[in-house]
């Protein structure tokens, strides 16, 4: 299954590592500089150009970590998520 970050992303929901609020997270200088190493690796997607309001820590099927910056809060794609997951097959 798929999760939807805005604008055209989707990203795979076995590929998501952690999805986290932008205003909280940031206070903390480990993820301040975690998120910076990532920008100068350029493994940093901005899907909006929008005021972020969370990040979504994805590892791909090969190892690589991409950090997706979303304008979509932390909560709504926690909640489209588990959506997903209550969807059932006949």
Not at 6 to 17: A, H, L, R, S
Not at 71 to 84: A, D, N
Request: charged share 20%; proline share 2%; with cysteine.
């Amino acid at each position: 299954m798929y999760l939807h970050l805005g604008q055209d992303t989707v990203i795979k929901m076995n590929e998501i590592i952690g999805i986290f609020d932008m205003d909280t997270s940031t206070l903390s200088k480990t993820t301040c500089a975690y998120l910076a190493a990532c920008e100068k690796k350029g493994c940093v997607v901005n899907v909006s150009m929008e005021l972020p309001k969370s990040f979504v820590l994805c590892r791909s099927d090969k190892g690589e970590i991409t950090v997706y910056i979303s304008q979509i809060s932390s909560s709504t794609l926690l909640k489209r998520s588990r959506f997903i997951d209550n969807i059932s097959l006949p």
